[in-house]
């Protein structure tokens, strides 16, 4: 069967090392989601280029990468609550969990997100193996038609604008990122890193750099209120749920991301004010987000494709994949990320006042600029440029963020 196969369950002295692997992995997937603007893709790589070097066996360094992601993908909402929130006066427009900071729900945005991801973490495993072994069957005809599953999704996301005029800009932004990745993806980039590429380039420029760019003009966070979660334990559920089910939705298809299944799974949900919208938004996305991580495990051992940055980088280094280590490493780093959020996010929230925002500012994008270099050269420093360029058409048109996914999406697409 296909869920054996893969690395065997490891002796005792595999066991050692796969546990100083997780250890490790989970500090540095601490540093690196706490990091604003550095995509878990990128990070994930960055692992794999130095995964030669490290000593020991390769299933600890395999453990090592899956832990960091997974830790990463919990705690990257820190750095997304907290930089870049705007004057009060401009509330109304401001991302859902930015609105909820400024209502000093922050603390109760990290709970709800940590309370998202870690019940879509006990979902989405019993749920993985039904769904893979029907996907088996089903996926050739999936993979043949694959161009009109995407046009589908795309033509979904644009329609859930609330508005014509939001519509019309997701329309701009679907054109804009589909043309950038056409005169990108196919072309060959190479830096000193041995694994690398154009795609993390890509991404932190067009989701990472604009966010941090606009950090620079933030005011700031308001001081917080209790950390009580404010809402019914249903619509919790029902965001859980509906995060959950786009996860298994888009975690096996190429191209999709987690924030594709997030705003598919806030498309079911029924409307509320804007503060239950928000809390709704950071549950549904958190969920949405782990869920894809599972999913993306079991389609990997299923179907032997990567959909996912630290898949890629294991399957880019050599390294072992199997669910026999990298369901219980996820497992583990998952439980340990959503302990951490609150515990961490707390903590952030209150110093981050005490931050030069615009010397932060600069010290990252400097940073996420060396990464482009070492990624793919001078090449990747221009695609992250025009990257961040093109990420600011959704953010200036008024609509939302996800739609630059067609970088991916529009090319697979049109073939």
Known sequence: ??????????????????????????????????????????????????????????????????????????????PALALGVPDAALAPGALPGHRLVLGGRGREALRLSALGSGTALSLAIPMAVPITEATIHVYPLVRDSLWAVLLAVVTVLVWTEPTLRAKLAAVVTVVAATGLGLAVLDRTFAGPLPVGGVLAPLLTGLFGVPVLLDARHGAGVPP????SVATSPQAVSRSIVAGTGGGAFVGYLPGVSA????????????????????????????????????FALFAFAGLGTPRTGALVALSSAGLPAGLAVALPVTVVAGIVGALLVPVLGDRVLAAVGRFDQRRLVVGVVSGLVVLSWAFAGGGGVVVLAVAAVIGYVPVRLGCRRVHLMSVLMGPLVLG
């Open 1 to 78: 069967m296909w869920f054996t196969g893969g690395v065997g369950v490891p002796n005792s002295a595999g066991l050692s090392a796969i546990f100083v692997g997780v250890v490790a992995g989970i500090a540095l997937g601490t540093c690196s989601g706490l990091v604003p603007g550095l995509h878990a893709n990128a990070f994930a790589l960055v692992l794999a280029s130095v995964a030669s070097g490290v000593p020991g066996p390769p299933v600890a360094t395999a453990a090592a990468i899956l832990a960091a992601a997974t830790v990463h993908t919990f705690l990257d909402v820190v």
């Open 259 to 294: 924030g594709v299944a997030g705003t598919l799974a806030l498309a079911v949900l029924p409307g509320a004010d804007p503060d239950e919208s928000a809390r709704a938004y950071v549950t549904a996305t958190s969920a949405a987000t782990t869920a894809t991580t599972v």
């Open 224 to 227: 917080q209120g209790d950390a």
